[in-house]
């Protein structure tokens, strides 16, 4: 396999060093980011919130819906009580660097995600810990919320946006190719997860793509895309990137 630089035109900025080597586009006022500030997220549909141990008795109700199979892909759970959800919550945020949101639809929780993997230096965030009870699956307010998680990082100064999932785990990886992340590989052998081996699926949208995926998915929150029922007119399927 070789590799050309032909498609790096000099409209993109592209920088070489003194040997004449590309080098990439130049950022001469770039600053490192901060960590995302705890800020109450609004949307049309849904609130995503930075969690707070009174979330933790209606996430526990919501997720008492489920009849197991949302926790197959996930390195915690199933919980046997409300404290439970707020011990792991909290292991995850003190141990792992979590950063973690509750999406609420009129107050109710029904899920939660987390920004995860700062990397302040370089202006790059993840988006993991994705658990949504069955009322917030396929939903209206779960893509709200990962738009509005995904705006927050954008608006402060975010450069790259990760998305990373179990390549057996299809719903994420949809989910993740309707959002507008593109599919950058699979690191194989990654992880051991539940004794099993672990491919992971990494996904991501960069700054310069964020506009577009933004329009797109605000086109398709539009409240003229939906019928008093609620119902989708158009698929965000049907809205190109």
């Excluded at 933004?214 to 539009?222: G, K, P, V």
Aim: with cysteine; aromatic share 12%; hydrophobic share 35%.
């Amino acid at each position: 396999m070789s590799l050309t630089y032909d498609r790096f035109s000099p409209s993109l900025g592209l920088q070489h060093d003194r040997f004449g080597n590309p080098a990439g586009k130049a950022l001469p006022d770039w600053q490192a980011c901060q960590r995302l500030p705890d800020s109450r997220l609004k949307g049309r549909t849904c609130e995503v919130v930075p969690y707070d141990i009174s979330h933790d008795e209606g996430l526990y109700a919501a997720f008492a819906k489920d009849d197991g199979r949302m926790w197959s892909y996930l390195p915690y759970g199933p919980f046997s009580s409300a404290a439970g959800i707020d011990a792991s919550i909290q292991d995850y945020q003190k141990n792992r660097d979590f950063h973690t949101f509750v999406i609420l639809k009129d107050e109710t929780p029904l899920g939660y995600a987390s920004f995860m993997r700062y990397d302040l230096a370089h202006g790059s965030v993840e988006v993991g810990g994705v658990t949504f009870s069955p009322a917030l699956q396929r939903s209206t307010v779960a893509t709200e919320a990962m738009y509005l998680m995904m705006k927050h990082a954008f608006d402060h100064g975010y450069r790259r946006y990760e998305w990373k999932c179990n390549q057996l785990n299809i719903p994420s990886n949809h989910a993740a190719l309707r959002l507008g992340f593109q599919f950058e590989g699979v690191f194989r052998n990654h992880q051991i997860s539940h004794g099993n081996r672990r491919d992971t699926a990494w996904y991501s949208v960069i700054v310069e793509e964020w506009p577009q995926v933004q329009a797109r998915l605000e086109a398709w929150l539009d409240p003229a895309n939906f019928d008093a029922d609620g119902v989708q007119r158009h698929p965000l399927s049907a809205i190109p990137l």
